[in-house]
């Protein structure tokens, strides 16, 4: 990738990069120059395919696999990502996350703590180790939230608990890192087309293209782009901020 881009000379960290957001982010950063640490759990084979394209078309990329869950694991994922780079990390992309779908009643705490602790305290983790490493040089953290942070839907009062904190940690994080150079944002998707959605979920598919006014649900590339955007200077005066990437549709009238 012999071109000039947003992000070039940037070492960047994306976490959940097996899955299809993760995935379109990393395929970004790379495309716009930015070397990138794919990290994953469980979804290796994905995150190397990527990983193995990235390096096909001239960037850089590697691939780590670990359970976020577990706090030493978020530090040493960061660190292993900077080692990986020559030290130095200039890019954290937060968008490991699950989204089950249960209902509130009957809901266990151990239930709902999964998801926060995925979802939240992962964030949390990650970016206390991230923005240590970034002190005075300077660096963007990412959160990937969520609409639902806004409007929640049925039987994800869990997962829009978790989305609305990690908005919230952003906006108190953007505050205490500002000063050491760090800016921190969120980017909060609708809903992202995946292969099989139309199949599994095709009436809920069809009400989003109606509320989008663009007429389409969203792709990894549409989040990779904006997260491109926070991550450039392009954003060098926006800090706490939570970008809305839904094409619209939370703009839709709802009475």
């Known amino acids: 990738m012999s071109r000039k881009g947003l992000l070039d000379g940037q070492a960047a960290l994306v976490t959940g990069a097996g899955g299809g957001i993760g995935r379109g982010i990393a395929r970004r950063f790379a495309e716009e120059g930015a070397a990138v640490a794919l990290h994953c759990r469980t979804a290796t084979a994905a995150a190397r395919e990527t990983a193995d394209r990235i390096r096909e078309s001239g960037g850089e990329a590697v691939v780590l696999q670990a359970d976020l869950t577990d706090e030493d694991a978020c530090h040493r994922v960061v660190a292993e990502a900077a080692d990986r780079f020559g030290g130095r990390l200039t890019a954290l992309v937060n968008n490991a996350g699950v989204q089950p779908v249960q209902e509130l009643a009957g809901m266990t705490a151990a239930e709902w703590r999964a ?41 994800h009062a869990h997962y829009t608990a978790s989305k609305a904190a990690v908005v919230a940690h952003a906006r108190a994080a953007a505050q205490e890192y500002g000063p050491w150079g760090v800016r921190v944002n969120t980017v909060s998707p609708g809903l992202i087309d995946r292969e099989g959605l139309a199949d599994a979920w095709p009436e809920g598919v069809r009400r989003w293209r109606r509320a989008s006014a663009v007429g389409r649900l969203g792709r990894p590339e549409d989040i990779g782009d904006a997260c491109v955007f926070l991550a450039s200077r392009l954003a060098s005066w926006v800090t706490g901020h939570d970008l809305v990437v839904d094409g619209g549709a939370t703009a839709r009238p709802t009475w």
């Open 115 to 155: 998801v926060v602790d995925t979802n939240l305290t992962t964030v949390f983790a990650c970016t206390q180790a991230a923005a240590e490493l970034m002190r005075d040089a300077g660096g963007t953290i990412t959160h990937i939230a969520s609409v639902e942070a806004h409007i929640p839907a049925p039987g």
